[in-house]
């Protein structure tokens, strides 16, 4: 069985300065990883993926996430926050024997000003 | 894009009460999940299901059925509301069992009282 642990619960950037999200993951077998982001209101959309390819992922919006499996980490991270960046994150975990999804508790990231 | 459509924002119910959740979408996809949402749990799976009049049970099904009669309708049900079942609901779908995109809808915050 898979699980994920998001270890901040919320974070809290200035505009303009870097925003890390970190996540652990345990999986018995090659897992896939997910960073999903609701806005407030909203449902979840995928910002990246990573599938066994390339093991630093790019997705939307400047976000990346770097898979180091020794670590057993998927960290989000982007350079420059922008007040648009302000929602919550939730890091998730698959494996790819049943391709069932479990998500993390989530990160809320606020954008000071 | 898709869009995944969910009937209603806000619910609010009586303990006791039969409730019906719909969800609808718009691009034939083969699977559909029902999630609640809860600050510090993040995702739980209720139910999911990967064709017309299947379905599987998640991780946390007690208390609740579901309905697949076509493709792109996927219903949750609680038999009797109780007010531990306050909680946002959100429906996805996604094309394929590697479930690598799911789409959300916006979600509907149910309170039972």
């Known amino acids: 069985a898979q699980s994920v642990t998001q270890l901040d619960s919320h974070v809290s950037v200035s505009e303009g300065t870097p925003v890390l999200l970190r996540c652990n993951y345990s999986?018995?077998?090659?897992?896939?990883l997910f960073w999903y982001v609701q806005h407030p209101n909203k449902g979840l959309q995928l910002l990246l993926k990573y599938t066994s390819a390339a093991t630093l992922v790019k997705g939307i919006n400047g976000f990346e996430a770097e898979f180091k499996k020794s670590e057993t980490s998927f960290h989000l991270t982007k350079p420059s926050a922008h007040m648009s960046d302000a929602a919550e994150y939730f890091c998730v975990v698959s494996d790819r024997d049943d391709y069932k999804l479990s998500f993390g508790a989530g990160t809320t990231v606020t954008v000071r000003a | 894009d898709v869009k995944v459509t969910q009937s209603s924002r806000y619910l609010v119910k009586r303990t006791g009460e039969k409730v019906f959740l719909e969800c609808v979408q718009d691009?034939?996809?083969?699977?559909m999940f029902w999630y609640r949402q809860d600050p510090g749990l993040g995702l739980r799976l209720i139910y999911f299901s990967y064709d017309v009049k299947m379905k599987e049970k998640g991780d946390i099904p007690e208390g609740y059925s579901v309905s697949r009669e076509k493709k792109e309708r996927f219903s949750l049900i609680l038999e009797s509301a109780s007010t531990n079942q306050t909680s946002m609901y959100l429906c996805a779908s996604s094309r394929d069992s590697s479930n690598e995109k799911l789409f959300f809808g916006s979600g509907t915050q149910l309170s039972v009282l």
């Open positions: 691009m034939d996809h083969e699977n």
């Open positions: 999986s018995s077998y090659s897992p896939s």
